[in-house]
């Protein structure tokens, strides 16, 4: 009968250092990317309730309606402040907060607006977003021809989470309709003697670019 040998093996030697095959930059990559994934994941989940910190541009853009009209009036837009003008579009910087689910946030904007004709202006500044889930306002302190600023609700907007697109560190928008809203036509008419479109129609279209300044804060802990 073959008996099994019981000897033990001896073991090997190893010279010079061991090379470990993760390097602690690559542990530290990975460890980033989990916890971006697990963002990702929270904020899809409804999981992160606090509001998220950001920092980033927004940009309106007259429609074709709106440039039509207020070339035939001879009316002009410009930039004031900190926001910056190119054709028919205006950026300003920015920075505020909002909540995941898109439930509510405050975006303040810097810089502002400026129509001018028929010896007239129209200064809008301190222009403020507030967001809230189905229909957002923006708002802003309206003087014309530098009279004392009046707070006015100036434009709406739809909400959903099918017109944002959130990245662990980013939220971005595109093509959001500004509809002029009453008051703010009221504004318009003042000063020009007539809208630049309908009330209830839209004046710009949005498109913002914003980082969260603090990505992970908000996650819960596990």
């Known amino acids: 009968m073959k008996i099994l040998s019981t000897e033990i093996p001896r073991p090997v030697k190893i010279s010079g250092p061991v090379k470990v095959l993760h390097s602690k930059k690559r542990v530290a990559v990975l460890a980033l990317a989990v916890t971006a994934t697990l963002a990702v ?18 940009t309106v853009c007259l429609t074709r309606e709106a440039v039509n009209t207020l070339a035939v009036q001879k009316v002009t837009l410009e930039a004031t402040g900190a926001a910056t ?20 946030g405050e975006l303040p904007l810097q810089g502002g607006l400026r129509f001018s004709g028929g010896g007239h202006r129209l200064d809008l500044t301190g222009l403020v977003v507030h967001i809230r889930i189905g229909e957002g306002r923006t708002s802003a302190d309206v003087s014309q021809d530098g009279a004392p600023a009046k707070n006015t609700d100036l434009l709406r907007y739809p909400v959903s989470l099918s017109r944002v697109s959130f990245t662990p560190t980013s939220v971005n928008t595109k093509d ?12 318009f008419t003042q000063a020009f003697g007539a809208t630049p479109v309908p009330t209830g129609t839209p004046l710009f279209t949005f498109a913002g670019q914003a980082r969260i300044t603090n990505p992970f804060a908000p996650l819960p802990s596990p």
């Open 41 to 58: 994941t929270a904020v899809q989940a409804g999981a992160v309730k606090a509001d998220l910190p950001l920092r980033g541009t927004g």
């Open 85 to 104: 003008a190119s054709g028919n579009c205006v950026t300003f910087p920015g920075s505020g907060t909002l909540a995941p689910d898109l439930t509510g």
């Open 176 to 187: 959001i309709p500004l509809t002029l809203t009453t008051p703010g036509g009221a504004a």
